[in-house]
């Protein structure tokens, strides 16, 4: 059974980071393309991060770019997020999801994956 679970979300001050940890079972991330959402309360769901199955090419939403890393460990079953500089509007549930879509040149539209995590809360507030 193909399941991803998330953790290391919390509560943290305006300006400091948090990592996000995605472990997926039952598949290989070389296979599977990965996503991460948010989603704040009264808001759309907004893709942040974006990682290819393949070619590990990395994309990211320009509300996020050049604070948030997306990467995965060499064992292909971890993906991680690291938040950087982090504002109160960062605040949300995030998910990662998992598509099979290959190398997205629309990795932003939730239907392209098919896995969901459950999702961790981030808290960014003083």
């Known amino acids: 059974q193909l399941q991803l679970v998330e953790s290391g979300g919390g509560l943290v001050q305006p300006g400091g980071s948090l990592r996000l940890s995605c472990v997926a079972s039952?598949?290989?991330?070389?296979?599977?393309?990965i996503g991460w959402f948010r989603q704040a309360p009264g808001k759309e769901r907004e893709g942040v991060a974006y990682?290819?199955?393949?070619?590990?090419?990395?994309k990211y939403a320009d509300s996020v770019q050049g604070r948030f890393t997306i990467s995965r460990d060499s064992t292909k079953t971890t993906a991680y997020l690291q938040m950087n500089s982090l504002k109160p509007e960062d605040t949300a549930v995030y998910s990662c999801?998992?598509?099979?879509?290959?190398?997205?040149?629309?990795?932003?539209?939730?239907?392209?994956?098919?896995?969901w995590g459950q999702g961790a809360q981030v808290t960014v507030s003083s």
């Open positions: 039952g598949f290989s991330l070389e296979d599977y393309s």
């Open positions: 999801a998992a598509s099979d879509w290959g190398h997205s040149l629309t990795w932003w539209h939730p239907h392209e994956y098919s896995y």
């Open positions: 990682i290819a199955s393949r070619d590990g090419v990395t």
